[in-house]
């Protein structure tokens, strides 16, 4: 091969190894920002972190986020009188998480337990019902960061890590795709500051279904399905207030 030639076939080498560096780049591990409406709202997390007196710190998206609506009543009757605070955010994943940490959502705040869920965004495939959100694999290492960070940053609090819940019809992909993810996320449990519950089958029926009386969409709980959640961590989340 003449010189020149091989010069060339070098830089389109480097070129190729860069471009699949870069289209294999974890965007779950990567914080991001959204829009000025989700930073609006980040704002008054932060807010609410600096006026401190949070005891337990929900964070998440959707699931979590709709603890003001879908799960209301029920909040008031188990977290009304837990200084509890909600920093769900609709749609966000383990990416978004982590830049809402690293700019003000937990300064000033000392909470005993978190109860974090977060990383069903990460599955499956966008909107163009094409391109894959993150592999499961990326989805782990995401929620891992996100749970990484918590440590950093409240090395005093205990995380209560909430498998996902399962989505989806029997038999759908991304409902497998959640539990193998959960499967590696109860390696996390330490023991001591990490306590990892999966409460999922409690949404589903015996046959694997998941009744839209508990999830209208097959993704966010009802007000039944909240009270179903809420039940099942009332006792692992008393331990860890302790």
Not at 174 to 179: E, L, N, T
Not at 215 to 225: C, Q, R, T, W, Y
């Amino acid at each position: 091969m003449p010189r020149g030639a091989v010069g060339r076939y070098l830089v389109l080498a480097v070129a190729l190894a860069t471009a699949t560096a870069v289209a294999r780049a974890n965007t779950a591990v990567e914080p991001a920002p959204r829009d000025a409406a989700w930073i609006k709202r980040h704002e008054a997390f932060v807010q609410i972190a600096k006026a401190g007196g949070v005891d337990v710190l929900f964070l998440g998206d959707s699931i979590t986020d709709f603890w003001r609506n879908r799960g209301n009543a029920v909040w008031d009757k188990y977290y009304g009188d837990m200084h509890a605070a909600n920093f769900g955010i609709n749609a966000d994943r383990t990416q978004h998480v982590l830049w809402r940490m690293d700019h003000g959502e937990l300064d000033g705040l000392h909470p005993k337990v978190v109860v974090l869920m977060i990383g069903t965004n990460n599955t499956g495939v966008e909107r163009n019902r094409i391109t894959p959100r993150n592999t499961t694999t990326e989805a782990i290492e995401g929620v891992t960061a996100v749970v990484r960070e918590l440590r950093a940053k409240l090395p005093d609090a205990k995380i209560l890590l909430l498998a996902i819940f399962p989505r989806g019809k029997k038999g759908d992909p991304q409902r497998a795709q959640v539990r193998d993810i959960n499967a590696a996320l109860a390696g996390l449990d330490d023991g001591r500051y990490i306590r990892f519950l999966d409460i999922g089958p409690k949404f589903l029926a015996p046959d694997g279904t998941l009744s839209t009386a508990i999830m209208p969409d097959l993704l966010h709980p009802s007000l039944k399905g909240y009270e179903i959640w809420a039940e099942a961590i009332r006792e692992p989340l008393a331990q860890l207030l302790k």
